[in-house]
């Protein structure tokens, strides 16, 4: 393809907000793996900041920092590609812009409180102001009461600007759908119950139906939305794919919670439900495979934006791989009762958060890049994408495998031969499987966070005027550009 | 409920491929309204399903109905007994023993619990541990936690205890004293208060019938 530039489209304001979402959300990206590092090393030496930092507060903060930017980065897609997809600014931009920084103050407050206050006495007051205590969602009460407003109003936003536009297509029906669910459900999970089985009842509502229900969607919606712009694929195409894998993500995946009821203390139905419903719920996965692959090859690959391209074709593989095979592995009943609770959970969510979501954000951040310098550089390439692609991914595979393996050591030794006691666990951890492979998390992670930093360094110089041979310095008609003239 | 999982699945699947069938009358299958269809259809059919479930689920794990024991099973010796017919451990209460020397009433039973569960909440227990086999893999799985033998055995003497619930009451108060393995948990810093309410609490969890999980737990060595 010939080098070309468009001069001066121009950016829509929501847009340019969109530019601050990528930066918090690549801000916060880095903190996951910082926390990610430290709590590492903390089970390789228990001893490393025992008590100063437990290991608890870095697992939440790696945990919780990655909720976050991942949500954070799929919004700042919505705001960036919506003004395209509905011809116009965005309606409520300027308190999509103001709750956009209370949101930023708010998470800067939490996350010094995690970090410094870390527990609480046994009131209500901690819970509204230090930390819930549910995994992925311990953010306080007030956070979450700012959490839904915003959600709220972007939700207004997308709604707004549909109506004033006049201009429904399949992929906002779809967008506006999700977004209702994905917000009523966090609400699932803003409540206080005695009884643990019905407190983690609804905590899977949140967990369970945002990442293998809600989010996949919104991915599929802003996965249609990146190959409109990379390879220009019809819209009838799209929607059409959309579609098939909304009836399959929601036919298989609202029912397939179930596999997360198999013993909490939730009836033995669950069992068969779930097993059986979450054992289709890779189904989808693999047509979004299909569908993106497909794309590209009818395409030749003839992108606008390599590295962008490459991630499209990334996510589809993670996602299939991650949440499919790794879920898959594990999603039987059957299996799942030795498997239950062990490092293999945390296998598949390594490699399912980064295949499906983190994959995704990539794909958003680098088309946003390209479009934020001037002129804009199509098609846009540079030396070091590959290379942070190339190392975050060998990062996710070692850390992936690593914990499989501890996992594996974990369901057999604890689960399966010791009974799942206090002296069964100590035989798991102690065994030599699992001790050595958390050396191998470590320095896989250290890979990480270099194809971070080379990222980092990539986002901020893809593309720029000086990289540009002359002679492609002309004006041109923009294939697709992100901006309007 | 009346119903096998079999059926509901059947059922849910049946159902969703037959509206969207009609509702798509002279389309083909690989058109966008067919698949428009379907997309609205499954996903409505399922939530139904979802929330007639849950209902269903709500009323079987009421504490002191079929699937959760009362609060007031602290007051009794609680173990696991295997089920022939199931072919897995189920939780069994046995006589009233009292819990630190006394019977708590049903009310004082559920305050207790209740702010046991604010402790494990505001401590955040599940960064490091799983409860329900859910949470963080740093610390052993606390669903049975109040039977394993481990307290008996090895915290009793060392943390010298007269009892069962003393022996995790002290330990719980400050567990780097007693460290036990590489690794170890930190002191969280409880009262007394909140201490008994813990143990009260993960007592009270030990009971839930959990379709046998975690398998044979503590019948091995
Ligand atoms: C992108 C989509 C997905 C993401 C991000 C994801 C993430 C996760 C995470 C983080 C957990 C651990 C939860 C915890 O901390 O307790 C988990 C558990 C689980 N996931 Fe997924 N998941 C995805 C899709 C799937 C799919 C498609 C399947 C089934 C085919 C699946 C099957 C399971 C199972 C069975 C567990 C429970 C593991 C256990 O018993 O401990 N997941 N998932
Ligand atoms: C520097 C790289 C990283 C390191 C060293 C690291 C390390 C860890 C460690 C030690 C845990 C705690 C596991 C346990 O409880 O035993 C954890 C949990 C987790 N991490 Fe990472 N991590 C890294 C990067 C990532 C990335 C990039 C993602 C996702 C995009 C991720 C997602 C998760 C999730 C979802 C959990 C919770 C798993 C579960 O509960 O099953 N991590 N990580």
């Not at chain 1, 950016?11 to 990206?29: D, G, H, N, P």
């Not at chain 1, 899977?204 to 809600?214: G, N, P, Q, S």
Request: with cysteine; aromatic share 14%.
């Amino acid at each position: 393809m010939t080098q070309a530039v468009q001069s001066h489209p121009k950016l829509y304001e929501s847009q340019k907000l969109a530019r601050w979402y990528f930066v918090v959300a690549i801000t916060l990206f880095s903190a996951q793996l910082i926390f990610g590092l430290i709590a590492a090393y903390q089970q390789i030496d228990p001893n490393f900041l025992f008590q100063l930092a437990p290991f608890m507060t870095n697992r939440t903060l790696h945990v919780n920092a990655m909720v976050v930017w991942l949500l954070v980065g799929m919004m700042g897609g919505v705001y960036w590609f919506l003004p395209k997809e509905t011809g116009r600014e965005v309606v409520g931009i300027t308190l999509a812009k103001i709750i956009w920084w209370v949101i930023v103050a708010g998470v800067t407050v939490v996350v010094l409180v995690y970090l410094f206050v870390q527990i609480g006495p046994a009131k209500w007051t901690t819970i509204w102001f230090i930390n819930e205590g549910r995994e992925y969602i311990e953010a306080p009460r007030w956070a979450d009461i700012a959490i839904v407003l915003w959600v709220a109003i972007f939700l207004f936003n997308v709604i707004a600007t549909v109506l004033k536009a006049r201009r429904i297509t399949g992929i906002l029906m779809v967008l506006i759908f999700d977004l209702v669910a994905l917000g009523a459900l966090y609400t699932a999970g803003m409540h206080f119950t005695v009884n643990i089985t019905m407190d983690q009842f609804l905590w899977w509502w949140v967990i369970h139906l945002w990442v293998e229900a809600t989010w996949e969607v919104l991915v599929g919606v802003l996965m249609a939305w990146a190959l409109m712009y990379l390879l220009g694929t019809s819209r009838r195409l799209l929607e059409t794919w959309l579609f098939i894998e909304v009836a399959l993500v929601f036919g298989t995946g609202i029912i397939g919670l179930g596999h997360h009821y198999f013993w909490i203390g939730t009836p033995e139905y669950w069992l068969g439900l779930g097993g059986f419903f979450s054992a289709l719920e890779p189904l989808p996965l693999v047509a979004m495979v299909v569908h993106a692959v497909y794309d590209a090859g009818g395409h030749r690959l003839g992108a606008v934006n390599r590295p962008a391209m490459f991630w499209v074709i990334a996510q589809a593989f993670g996602n299939f791989i991650g949440a499919g095979v790794w879920g898959f592995m594990q999603t039987l009943p059957q299996i799942n009762m030795f498997s239950h609770g062990t490092q293999l959970a945390a296998a598949h969510g390594h490699l399912a958060f980064f295949g499906a979501y983190l994959s995704t954000v990539m794909v958003l951040v680098y088309i946003a890049a390209q479009n934020l310098r001037r002129p804009v550089r199509i098609p846009v390439s540079s030396k070091l994408w590959g290379w942070a692609a190339g190392l975050l991914i060998l990062g996710i595979i070692g850390i992936g495998g690593a914990f499989t393996i501890s996992g594996f050591t974990q369901t057999l030794i604890e689960r399966a031969a010791g009974g799942s006691t206090w002296a069964a666990f100590i035989q798991a951890y102690t065994h030599p499987w699992y001790a050595n492979t958390l050396w191998w998390r470590f320095w896989f992670g250290m890979v990480m966070l270099v194809g971070f930093v080379l990222l980092a360094v990539d986002l901020l110089t893809i593309g720029k005027h000086a990289e540009l041979p002359k002679a492609a310095r002309q004006p041109a008609v923009a294939a697709a550009g992100g901006g309007h003239d | 409920m009346d119903y096998g999982w079999i059926e509901i699945a059947v059922a849910a699947i049946f159902v969703s491929v037959v509206i969207t069938l009609v509702l798509s009358r002279g389309a083909g299958w690989l058109s966008w309204r067919f698949w428009r269809n379907a997309m609205v259809v499954s996903s409505t059919v399922m939530i139904l399903v979802l929330l007639w479930l849950s209902f269903d689920t709500a009323a079987q794990t009421r504490p002191g109905g079929e699937r959760l024991a009362p609060w007031t099973v602290i007051n009794h010796e609680v173990g696991l007994k295997w089920n022939p017919e199931k072919r897995w451990q189920e939780p069994v209460v046995g006589e009233e023993t009292g819990f630190f020397g006394r019977v708590y009433s049903p009310e004082e039973a559920y305050a207790l619990i209740a702010k046991g569960k604010l402790v494990v909440q505001s401590r955040n227990c599940m960064e490091c541990h799983t409860l329900l086999g859910n949470g963080a893999y740093y610390a052993p799985d606390l669903t049975r936690a109040w039977l394993d033998p481990w307290w008996e055995e090895r915290v009793m003497p060392i943390v010298g205890a007269q009892s069962h619930e003393e022996a995790m009451r002290t330990w719980l108060m400050n567990p780097p004293k007693y460290p036990q393995g590489k690794r170890r948990m930190p002191n969280l810093g409880l009262s007394e208060e909140e201490a008994t309410a813990l143990v009260a609490f993960l007592k009270w969890m030990s009971t839930i019938d959990t379709n046998g999980f975690p398998a044979y737990f503590g019948e091995m060595q």
